[in-house]
């Protein structure tokens, strides 16, 4: 059979949900029952499902699924991982980039599941602080590994949209475990991250 993609949707959920979106629609001024607009609830239940869906995974089981032994102690980086968050004070999108290493202790794991950590914490109601922190410790915590450094370089549109209107501010933040903490080897992450190298 040929690869088929399905999704699920908790039904009681989803109906909870756009009820409460139909609400919101008329209280912002709209007319809920307006052709454009009468499958928008619904919709909107769904994406919301969608982009918080990172409550239901599990990082460490992701991590865990592919470690295997291999006695390398050599950087492990992978860059430019595409990340699509929500602010928890607004409820707004903020996207980036998430750059990420270890440095294996007799355990390494996938490198797709690296990729996979950022979206299960991403995935929620996030401040990016919380989430460069709770990523690295997933890593540390699942492998066990002579160190981790997360760095992420995020745009918020609740800063670009409303308040401040900062449209092309970067915020990056970063956490580092372990060999990290030490001046060089965090100097060559960041060297090998900086896109010097390419
Ligand atoms: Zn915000």
Known sequence: MAYKKTEHYDEHVTLGLATNYKNSL???GEDAEREGLLKTPERVAKAMQYLTQGYQMDAKLILESAKFHEEVSEMVIVKDI???SMCEHHM???FGKAHIAYIPNGWITGLSKIARVVDVYSRRLQVQERLTTQ???AI???LNPMGVAVVIEAQHLC???RGVQ???S???TSAFSGEFQKEATRAEFMKLISGRFN
């Open 159 to 161: 800063m670009m949209m």
């Open 26 to 28: 008329s209280l912002l």
């Open 166 to 168: 900062k449209q092309n």
């Open 82 to 84: 595409e990340l699509y």
């Open 92 to 94: 707004l999108p903020f």
């Open 170 to 172: 970067v915020t990056t």
């Open 140 to 142: 540390k915590e699942s």
């Open 135 to 137: 990523i690295l410790e």
